[in-house]
């Protein structure tokens, strides 16, 4: 380690990915990353996965875990409550989802979203449907790492190697302006898929209301969620909300489900909600899902050992009054438009940008061919990667995905500052993205130069 980064041959860490080279993060300070090696990062991610989205070291939410972890930090749920898990739940209610009736809490987003299944598919079992159990979702998304998760996805790339462990479950091509600009395209294949599985099969819809890693800031048009929302009323399933990016304010409302003319019937919640400073995540349902189980086997037992737990809810709280008391997602909402803006004139000359998104504060850009300026980039050159490591190069931290392979979008680069975010640190921001992304031009152009050079489109 005295170098300061390290390789899968020198660890005793089961890395991700075993061909690279992990610098060692050793400190955070506001929206700045310190490594072993010297460098200091402009994290344009929130921790690299929109987790930190009041920036690192806040000393009150440091704070609340310290004087938690005093009293007690951990209790099993099983046969106790504790006070931070209930006060939490609360302020859930009243701040970010008043029409939601319950919370359960969990240790992240794909437990959340695995958690809102089994409760999504308890809900029919209790009203006598023990037949609906198949979920309908978007295939152009991201929904965890767990086998229940995994099959919510569609991305074939993500699925494999595992699909032998997945249920079959039907995925919607995304309702992008490539695919289906109106939402109708949508609407006729989940029509489809309702007839093909029976209506009677269905247990919900499930999706990102606005996309994150799989397809940044992408929102389907209005049509298409008030025609799934005719649809849940003809045809009795559940619509879930995985809101683990998307929630807690990230895109300038407490939730996306606010920005759309359907409301959900469960919504998961992570992320943002520990704010990177304790796992945590949350399911929260309506009274419908919750009368449900009261009035038929009373009990949703299934759980994990660190569920609601007082440490984890006590930061939990902490990260939410923060944003309350700070008005922090009125302020994602107020910037977040002219972030857009200024990252669309600086990208603007670009051949390689297809398209850039934003909704508050998490944006996307759609990297593309610049020989024709919409065709994705050949699969083999995998330049979602080149971002990221030029982006370093240039001092600061994005997420990209490497997602043409399934077929629906481009290589993606997601941005997504904490809230806290200077306006200055946003302009940096900006120009080092800008400056990332010429030096990518260079090089994609470059090597289908050589290429084409060479007869191989
Ligand atoms: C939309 C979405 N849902 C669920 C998850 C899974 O959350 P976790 O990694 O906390 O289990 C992620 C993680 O990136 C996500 O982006």
Known sequence: MAKGTVHADET???PRFLDLEYPSVERGEGVWLFTADGRQILDACSGGAMVANLG????????????????????????????PQERLADRLLEVVAPEMARVRFVSGGSEANETALQLARLYHVERGQTERWRVISQAQAYHGATMGTLALTGRRTLREPFTPYLAEHLH?????DRFDPTGEAALAELDRLIELSGP????????????????????????FWQGLDERRRAHGFLVCFDEVVTGIGRVGTWLAADQLPIRPDIVAVGK??????????AVLCT???????DRGSREFDLGHTWDGAPLSCAVGLAVLERLVALDLVRRVHDLGPRLLENLRTSLQHFDVVGEVRGRGFLLGVELVDPRDGRSFLPVDLDVASWVDDIALEHGLLVT?????????AGDQTLLAPAFTSGEDELGQIVERFAATIADVERRVKNSLTTRSGRGQE
């Not at 919607?172 to 992008?176: H, I």
């Not at 247990?203 to 940044?216: K, Q, R, S």
């Not at 009274?287 to 189980?293: G, K, P």
């Open 172 to 176: 919607l091509p995304p309702s992008t």
């Open 400 to 408: 990209s995905t490497h997602s043409q392979a399934d077929g629906y």
């Open 272 to 281: 943002g909600l520990g704010a990177g400073y304790a796992p945590l995540g």
């Open 12 to 14: 005793s860490v089961l």
């Open 56 to 83: 690192y070291g806040v000393p009150e939410i440091v704070a609340a875990a310290e004087r938690q972890a005093e009293r007690i930090s951990y209790f099993y749920n099983h046969h106790f409550t504790n006070e």
């Open 200 to 223: 009677d099969t269905i247990a919900a819809f499930f999706c990102e209301p606005i996309g994150a890693a799989a397809l940044p800031a992408h929102r389907a048009p209005d049509r």
């Open 287 to 293: 009274q419908e899902i919750y009368d449900a189980v």
